[in-house]
């Protein structure tokens, strides 16, 4: 059955926007750039650390992290193999989530030991414009190297995956 459409297009869209970023960033040379890719890959890897966090309190299974980003910067490639799984598991996660379950307050604490309490929607809305927030910094140090950040916008997405969206003046 599923969460709603929309839950599950916005987590179909974040797992696309990640594949395009990630791809338009491989082309950047580090070597010529190597302070801005590293800041690019630890806003990446932040992004990730909060998406892992919170697959952990939305399971009901402890996590590792004891901050939001990790003290080791991963590869880029190291990154991008981590964040693709992670986007398969909340794609999978969503799509098999009953629509009874979104409602569930779950209780958690955050890295600093303070405590939440959030519903599995909120913390899905959380997770998916989290990410789309952090994109756009990195989107940002892309284009002052004047490289083109990719046009990762969710009409982008829906249009590219379902084009029989777009819609002639003929009809």
Same mark, same amino acid.
């Given at each position: ?12 869209? #974040? ?98 030991? #303070? #405590? ?56």
């Amino acid at each position: 059955m599923g969460a709603s459409p929309l839950l599950q297009s916005l987590f179909r869209y #974040k797992a696309w926007a990640n594949e395009e970023l990630f791809s338009e960033l491989e082309k950047l040379d580090s070597a010529g750039h190597e302070a801005e890719r590293h800041t690019a890959v630890r806003v990446l890897n932040h992004v990730y650390v909060v998406d892992q966090i919170f697959a952990a309190h939305l399971s009901d299974k402890p996590h590792a992290y004891t901050a939001i980003n990790t003290r080791e910067t991963p590869t880029l490639s190291e990154l991008h193999r981590a964040v693709t799984a992670s986007d398969r598991w909340y794609v999978e996660y969503v799509a098999a989530l009953s629509s009874r379950l979104l409602s569930e307050r779950l209780r958690f604490s955050f890295t600093d030991g #303070k #405590k939440g309490c959030m519903s599995r929607e909120e913390m899905l809305a959380h997770v998916a414009t989290h990410g789309s927030y952090h994109r756009g910094a990195v989107g940002r140090i892309a284009t002052q190297l004047s490289v083109a950040p990719p046009h990762d916008t969710f009409t982008t997405y829906l249009h590219r995956s379902e084009p029989e969206r777009r819609v002639t003046n003929d009809g």
